[in-house]
């Protein structure tokens, strides 16, 4: 009983074929500072066919993919993954999801030729091709409550132009970048417990307060609410540093 | 008329870039020449009286290009051959500037041009080789999000190009390059390894390209030797890893000093160590073969062989022995870190990450490196470079504990040596 209420589990979306640049980061990251907490962490891949143990995952994560991957994962999502996702969601899991991720949890993608992908609409946002990649750091003041410092940096690498619903909150405003679509000044997706971002960089390594966010989040449906402080010094150093390079460039603007 | 005008104005531009200390005057005579003559190079490559080579490939184009360029020199001949890094276009055309002669033409018996992948179906255009290589495909650290698809189409189609009687020689192990080579008309020649005492059992964390190109089923690996490199099948027999034709067998790895291995009937050893250099001597040695070079030669050629400058050094430095290394995506970090640490047991380490760009680059592909290797192993290890601080981030999630973060490289070294006892070797 103990043993059980002590674990930590990161579910990993097709980790094989949604790892696109270091997503790897964002797993090694929550699964680390659930175990400096002396959680019993581990993460199980959720591959094309497993949906296996799904119910006892406390963060999902989901990452981008490049293009013939991502069409592999699709039936998949669709068929096997959605309905016990769903029921996580609604019983309180987290999920983070990025980039190719975070489209496919929305309603649905829009070729530039105007064919109509339909996600899982696990989210209120919907997505449509863009012409220009928007490639380079981003900086973003969060809107989510309770993180400090109260900045989100990472790397932007997308041509997809994301747009958010009544249902959804941004995660943030961009000070630099493009962020969700270039024109809204809105980074990123807040939805219960689905977090979705265009961030990688890896994102959690240099944001451990957004990992904690997420943590807190998933452990609270366990009533384990409270979250020992850690020693942060050398990620929001790197996080610092991020800023301090935004800083004349933001201000050229 | 024309062209004597091209290359004149282009080897100007030679002069006056080194002089002016601006780029070394690698590529920028191309870029003039061309534009006075867009087809200098074809003509110019035209003059060579044996042919060319172009190599492509995201590691390693550059010492199977020097291998190459070394083996046609101990026979005697003339070889023009682009510089380390000036692999588009502009930069082959700029070599073969360098060797005309004032009338114009090309003075010369080989080319052996390393080539970007992109830039590969014009370098067949307009170089007309006798032999393209493809040494492997990997995810770069180059912002080239999905790009890997469509950089995989371009090479099939520059290979469907290359003249007829040319030769394709490419690597089997490469679950995409052999993608490519399968799909072409004309039966290509692969090199790959065959030697299960180097492999690994399951793939890295930085390796891609793992799924099917005709059902999208996972590929199964029985042998993985480097990245995704290996022997693989699709689980559902519709793909496989092609026999190699020439391969590599019976490698013994002696950290950074050496690789040797056997090649059919010869033995060959190379005086830089690594598994990604024996592919580069597979992938020399292969080609060397299609031309009828003699193995035994080629043997003894490569045994003479300096590695390519930047890639792998050796130096002394204030009675620390110093080895350097440059790698430049997961892959090659990976083999890098697992030849410094289980075979050369090294234990002191700078580990360097610079920003390309003033914009940022994403640079969190160093999270599919397995710095987990170094944990319990290494003993110093100081980040340096202007993204040290990410580097910092890296090990500490990775369990190694590291100095703190440099971004001054002359700092970085200072702290290196500060905890280096004399006579130690130390990695960079
Ligand atoms: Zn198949």
Redesign the interface.
Same mark, same amino acid.
């Given at each position: 009983m103990t043993k059980k209420k002590n674990r930590f589990t990161v579910g990993w979306l097709y980790p094989d074929l949604m790892n696109i640049y270091g997503d790897r980061g964002n797993i090694l990251t929550l699964l680390k500072r659930a175990e400096w907490r002396g959680l019993d962490a581990r993460a199980i891949d959720l591959g094309r066919g497993a949906a296996h143990g799904m119910e006892d995952v406390d963060i999902f994560f989901f990452g981008g993919g490049q293009d013939r991957e991502q069409a592999l994962v699709y039936d998949d999502l669709i068929e096997i993954k959605q309905e016990p996702l769903e029921a996580a969601v609604a019983h309180g899991s987290v999920v983070l999801a990025v980039c190719g991720g975070y489209q496919l949890l929305g309603h649905y993608y829009q070729t530039a030729e105007g064919e109509r992908f339909p996600g899982i609409g696990l989210i209120d946002v919907r997505t449509e091709a863009g012409k220009k990649r928007f490639i380079g750091d981003v900086v973003v003041d969060a809107t989510i409550e309770g993180i400090d410092p109260s900045t989100l940096v990472g790397f932007e690498n997308h041509s997809g132009r994301t747009f958010l619903g009544a249902g959804a909150r941004p995660l943030g405003r961009v000070r630099l970048g493009s962020g969700n679509n270039g024109s809204d000044g809105t980074e990123g997706c807040v939805q219960g417990g689905v977090v979705g971002t265009y961030l990688h960089g890896s994102l959690l390594p240099k944001n451990p307060h957004l990992a904690d966010y997420l943590i807190r989040r998933a452990l609270s449906r366990r009533g384990m609410a409270e979250l020992v402080p850690l020693d942060d010094s050398i990620e929001l150093a790197a996080h610092a540093k991020i800023l301090q390079r935004a800083q004349p460039r933001a201000g050229e603007r | 008329m024309r062209r004597t005008a091209a290359v004149w104005a282009g080897k100007a531009t030679g002069a006056l870039s080194r002089l002016s200390g601006r780029g070394g005057g690698t590529t920028l005579p191309g870029d003039v020449a061309r534009a006075i003559d867009p087809t200098v190079l074809r003509k110019l490559t035209g003059d060579l009286t044996e042919g060319s080579i172009v190599i492509t490939g995201t590691n390693g184009k550059t010492t199977t290009a020097r291998l190459l360029t070394s083996i046609f020199e101990g026979m005697g001949k003339r070889v023009v051959s682009n510089r380390a890094g000036a692999n588009l276009i502009f930069g082959a055309t700029a070599a073969a500037l360098r060797s005309a002669g004032p009338d114009g033409r090309l003075r010369a018996d080989w080319g052996v041009f390393e080539i970007d992948e992109a830039s590969l179906p014009r370098a067949v255009e307009e170089i007309q080789p006798r032999i393209a290589i493809v040494l492997n495909l990997f995810?770069d650290q180059l912002?080239r &999000? #999905?790009e890997?698809?469509k950089i995989a189409k371009t090479i099939e189609a520059a290979l469907e190009s290359i003249p007829e009687g040319a030769q394709a020689v490419l690597n089997a192990d490469d679950p995409r390059v052999g993608e490519i080579g399968l799909a072409l008309a004309r039966t290509p020649l692969w090199f790959g390894i065959e030697d299960p005492e180097v492999a690994m059992r399951k793939l890295p964390?930085a390796a891609d390209a /793992?799924?099917c190109p005709k059902c #999208?089923a996972?590929l199964r690996f029985s042998a993985v030797y480097l990245g995704h490199e290996g022997v693989y099948e699709c689980p559902n027999g519709d793909f496989a890893r092609p026999a190699p034709g020439v391969a590599a067998t019976h490698i013994v790895l002696d950290g950074f000093d050496s690789v040797a291995m056997n090649i059919g009937e010869t033995r060959l050893e190379l005086p830089v160590g690594g598994l990604y250099n024996a592919y580069n001597a597979l992938a020399a040695f292969a080609a060397g073969m299609v031309l009828g070079v003699d193995g035994q030669y080629m043997a003894e050629r490569m045994h003479g062989f300096k590695a390519a400058f930047g890639r792998q050094e050796k130096m002394d430095f204030r009675g620390r022995h110093l080895v350097l290394v440059l790698s430049k995506n997961p892959a090659g970090f990976n083999e890098t870190l697992r030849t410094a640490v289980d075979m050369a047991g090294a234990t002191h380490f700078i580990l360097g990450l610079n920003d390309r760009k003033a914009? #940022?680059?994403?640079?969190?592909?160093?999270?599919?490196v397995d710095f987990e290797q170094l944990a319990g192993k290494a003993e110093v290890v100081v980040p340096a470079g202007t993204r040290a601080?990410?580097l910092?981030? /890296?090990l500490? &999630?990775a369990g190694v504990e590291a100095r703190p973060?440099q971004t001054e490289p002359g700092r970085a070294l200072d702290d290196l040596i500060s905890v280096t006892p004399e006579g130690a070797t130390a990695h960079t």
């Open positions: - | 995810r912002d &999000y #999905g890997l698809e964390h /793992r799924t #999208g996972s914009d #940022g680059t994403d640079v969190s592909w160093i999270w599919d601080h990410d910092a981030v /890296r500490k &999630y973060p």
